[in-house]
Nanobody, 123 residues
Framework: QVQLVESGGGLVQAGGSLRLSCAAS????????KGWFRQAPGKGREFVAA????????YNRDSVKGRFTVSRDNAKSTVYLQMNSLKPEDTAVYFC????????????????WGQGTQVTVSS
């Protein structure tokens, strides 16, 4: 059974930083593209970032480029999202996802989802 467990969310002031972690089990971690989506209140889920199995290719949505960094540690079966210069509009539930290959920004392309972790950025 595949499990993705996020941690690291919380409340932070605008301009601050948080690092999200996602520990995976039940799959061959290094074979999967891992990524992050988010969902703000009253909005649909949106793609944030993804990293392929080897870590050699990274994809980011435009609004987080230069502020968010996705990385992975295959030895620990963990993917990270370092978020700097946070803005109130980054407030959302952040979900860790996994897919056998990079599936772009469409949520339906990702086979496995975590339960989510809340990130709240105050102004």
């Amino acid at each position: 059974q595949v499990q993705l467990v996020e941690s690291g969310g919380g409340l932070v002031q605008a301009g601050g930083s948080l690092r999200l972690s996602c520990a995976a089990s039940g799959l061959t971690f290094s074979r999967y593209t891992k990524g992050w989506f988010r969902q703000a209140p009253g909005k649909g889920r949106e793609f944030v970032a993804a990293i392929n199995g080897s870590g050699g290719r990274i994809y980011n949505r435009d609004s987080v480029k230069g502020r968010f960094t996705v990385s992975r540690d295959n030895a620990k079966s963990t993917v990270y999202l370092q978020m700097n210069s946070l803005k109130p509009e980054d407030t959302a539930v952040y979900f860790c996802v996994a897919a056998e290959r990079y599936s772009g920004a469409a949520s339906r392309g990702y086979d496995y989802w975590g339960q989510g972790t809340q990130v709240t950025v105050s102004s």
